[in-house]
């Protein structure tokens, strides 16, 4: 989907949510942790809300499919995935670019 396309690849850090999720929370509350300003979109706000859900396993977005985490324009995953990467020092490199210095 196009709009996906666009935010993606013109900010850093993307983390496409649903506003009733508590992962979607928890994992945007790590990047704030991590001192990372995320776009986060939440797509059950937007009336191409639907459209947008299904658009995001297509993309590569396991089931369920928020949150989708998006860095540098490119699929990282949803919790689990973020959660391995934060637990094996992965995480963090992937973020450099995009932390804020204070």
Do not use: W
């Amino acid at each position: 989907m196009e709009k996906i396309q666009s935010l993606t690849s013109e900010n850093g850090v993307v983390i496409f949510t649903k506003s009733t999720c508590c992962l979607c929370y928890a994992v945007t509350i790590l990047f704030q942790e991590l001192r990372v300003n995320p776009v986060v979109y939440e797509i059950d706000q937007d009336p191409e809300g639907r459209e947008m859900e299904k658009a995001l396993p297509k993309q590569g977005c396991n089931s369920p499919p928020v949150p989708a985490v998006f860095i540098g324009g490119k699929l990282v995953g949803s919790t689990n995935e973020v959660m391995s990467l934060h637990l094996s020092g992965s995480l963090i490199p992937l973020l450099k670019p995009y932390q804020s210095l204070s």
